[in-house]
Structures are given as C-alpha cells and as structure tokens.
C-alpha cells in the first residue's frame, strides 16, 4: 500500500506557501519516472488538499483510489 509523506520544510524565503509537502512513498522528483504526485501548501491540511487535488485531476481509472481514499481520512484526521 502507498503511504503518504508529509514534510515541514520551511524554506528561507518571505513566501510561506511552500512550508509544507505532501507525496507518495514512492516519489523521486525525476521528470523522467513517471506520474508522480505532490502538494504544497502553507499548513500541513493544504499540502495534503494541494496532494489530493493533483491525484483527482492526473488519475487515471481507479488505479489510485486507495490512495485518494488514505488522503481523505488523512485530513479528517488532521481536522480533528
């Protein structure tokens, strides 16, 4: 199963809309591996929303639903 990787980075620059990243276990960053998918965001919640939203518009069929299924509990825990 794909586990969810949440980051607080907190760049050195005056935009805070960077702070945090959201991924998949699997991401490497490298244009030529494939789709792969990130969030960023300001607090944890957007990057994880930012995350979500890529994975909704760049799925394919429902090869990714268990994913998006661990994104969604992942941020009605959070909201709690």
């Known amino acids: 199963m794909t586990k969810i990787i949440v980051t607080h980075i907190y760049p ?4 805070r809309g960077y702070d ?3 991924t998949t276990d699997n991401y ?9 998918f990130e969030g960023w965001g300001p ?3 957007e990057a994880l929303n ?5 994975f909704m518009e760049n799925s394919v069929g429902s090869e ?3 994913t998006i299924a661990l994104i969604g509990q992942m941020l ?5």
């Open 76 to 80: 009605v825990e959070e909201q709690r």
């Open 12 to 15: 050195p620059i005056p935009d």
């Open 50 to 54: 930012n995350l979500l939203q890529d």
């Open 64 to 66: 990714n639903d268990d």
């Open 20 to 22: 945090w990243h959201a």
């Open 28 to 36: 490497d960053g490298a244009p030529d591996a494939g789709p792969q």
């Open 43 to 45: 607090t944890k919640r």
